[in-house]
């Protein structure tokens, strides 16, 4: 990811090598969690980075946030409030906080 710090600070369309992207999605359920500030509120969001079958459900609680993957899940919870499909070089740069406005590899808002 650092890599990508400074190559967007010289060329703005500069992505995440697919190399990077591939080692990196599997830390994903790590950094989210260890990422996030609770602020009180729940929900749960499937996560989805297309390209690599990355598929991971992120709950947050009102103190905790876990994120697993979604096979892992025995399909007797409820269903998530949002669903996130998205490239997975953007989905790393997102749960990385480095996705904004800017830089966002060609994805718009959708509904949820």
Known sequence: MHTW???VAFDPSAVVSPDAV????GRLPAVACW???????TFRARLRATGL????????????VSCAPSAARDGAEP??????????E???RLVYGRLDPA?????DRGPG
């Open 103 to 107: 830089h966002t590899g060609g994805c």
């Open 5 to 7: 710090d400074i190559a």
């Open 79 to 88: 269903a998530p409030e949002a669903e996130i499909s998205l490239p997975a």
């Open 53 to 64: 079958g990355v598929d991971y459900l992120l709950e947050v609680a009102a103190d905790k």
């Open 90 to 92: 953007v989905l790393l």
């Open 35 to 41: 990422a996030a500030k609770p602020d009180g509120s």
């Open 22 to 25: 591939a080692l990196l999605a």
